[in-house]
């Protein structure tokens, strides 16, 4: 409660985002931290982290959905195609999902994603077994809504997504790489405190 009142709140947070482990990227990690933490909100956020390989998009995604409450996240490397048709009907309520590359899912993936960024909701008609085993007509619904966060190579290629995004550039520059270039040398220096890190992510 102690926190939650103190007025400069917001700069608080970023703080306690930089103890957790992202160098630099003061207002995007804050960004995303929002975007985040919406996933329990009526009302959710997306966010589309763009950058070239090896500039830490994935870094930040995974830092900032370890913020949140474990059960809470749902992390994936790849979607089949309808994968998301058939989970079960409450299994993305009040989530966060994650996608280390949108890059890599199929457009059926992507319209099952779409959809829930959007209608909160995914209805598919289907065939279904009665009691006696015969194939009938029915419908499979999966709800949300979702909060999201994603990782790609070429943001600009998704029209249809970033209508419902935020897309939020990397620093890649030069400034931001000296950084992490000393962030990675006081770790390997012993100088980077992992307990404290852990403890702020719990926090």
Known sequence: ??????????????????????????????????????????????????????????????????????????KYTRVTESSFYNQHEYFFTNKLVCFEDLDGLKEEALLGVRELQSNDILITSTSLKDSTGNAVGGERIVRGPIASLACTTKGDTYEDNVSRSFLIAVDESIQQ???????????????????????????
């Open 1 to 74: 409660m102690e926190l939650l009142k103190d007025k400069n709140l917001i700069s608080t947070f970023n703080e306690l985002i930089g103890k957790a482990g992202i160098v630099g990227e003061e207002d995007n990690r804050l960004l995303l931290f929002i975007i985040a933490s919406s996933y329990k909100m009526e009302d959710t956020l997306h966010g589309l982290i763009q950058g070239s390989s090896g500039s830490g998009k994935t870094r930040l995604l995974k830092i900032i959905s370890d913020l949140m409450p474990e059960e809470d996240v749902k």
């Open 177 to 203: 790489t000296n950084k992490i270039i000393d962030y990675q040398n006081q770790q390997a220096a012993g100088h980077i405190n992992k307990e404290e890190q852990k403890r702020v992510k719990s926090f």
